[in-house]
């Protein structure tokens, strides 16, 4: 099984700055099964980006991923306040999903 | 704009068997794989498995022995049975779509059932 690491594990930044989290997998993944979501208290997870890189309908243009190999990471750009939340990256791998543990984006 | 709708029994004892139920509201039910998912403080997001309108299943090797996913095509409906449950089963239990495409993502979730299971 393919296990991610994210880090940090919490990031505390101001509103319009930019954020960059990280995702590291044990082995190499396919970028076709990385995704990111955002999941905010009390909600279901919500998702970001698909294929390493490629935004969901309705996602704003200041989330983006990038990476490849073992090594992924999805940038915020200009803090919006709505976007303090947690991200998850995802991997599918040997016919299973998995996650890793989070980054949780909090205001400084 | 397809919604999934979630519910089951939330107070489970110890050794009962957990039963969740998903449907399908708007959108095409085929051409995707529908999955549970689950979150705990202990293990985070877990997925459990997945079923497609055919009922072609995968399933999470560390819990398949007590995980079944059955669909009713008919119904746009999908649900999760978990057997001999335990307290390590409490949690968030997700419902979610995934498109049988050449990317492998959640797109559509459900609002999430809380799990309990306590003598």
Same mark, same amino acid.
């Given at each position: ?108 | ?17 957990? =039963? *969740?139920?998903?449907? #399908? ?12 998912? @689950?979150? !705990?403080? %202990? ?18 090797? =560390? *819990?398949?022995?007590? #995980? ?12 999760? @049975?978990? !057997?001999? %449950? ?34």
């Amino acid at each position: 099984e393919i296990v991610l690491t994210q880090s940090p594990g919490t990031l505390s930044l101001s509103p319009g700055k930019s954020a960059t989290l990280s995702c590291r997998a044990s082995q190499s993944v396919s970028s076709n099964s990385l995704a990111w979501y955002q999941q905010k208290p009390g909600q279901a997870p919500r998702l970001l980006i698909y294929g390493a890189s490629s935004r969901a309908t309705g996602i704003p243009d200041r989330f983006s991923g990038s990476g490849s190999g073992t090594d992924f990471t999805l940038t915020i750009s200009r803090l919006e306040p709505e976007d303090f939340a947690v991200y998850y990256c995802q991997q599918y791998g040997s016919s299973i999903f998995t996650f890793g543990p989070g980054t949780k984006v909090d205001i400084k | 704009q397809v919604q999934l709708q979630q519910w089951g029994a939330g107070l489970l004892k110890p050794s009962e068997t957990l =039963s *969740l139920h998903c449907v #399908v509201y708007g959108g095409s039910f085929s051409g995707y794989y529908w999955s549970w998912i @689950r979150q !705990s403080p %202990v293990k985070g997001l877990e997925w459990i498995g997945e079923i497609n309108h055919s009922g072609s299943t995968n399933y999470n090797p =560390s *819990l398949k022995s007590r #995980v079944t996913i059955s669909v009713d095509t008919s119904r746009r409906h999908f649900s999760l @049975r978990v !057997s001999s %449950v335990t307290a390590a089963d409490t949690a968030v239990y997700y419902c979610a779509r995934a498109p049988i495409s050449s990317d492998y993502y959640m797109d559509v979730w459900g609002k999430g059932t809380t799990v309990t299971v306590s003598s």
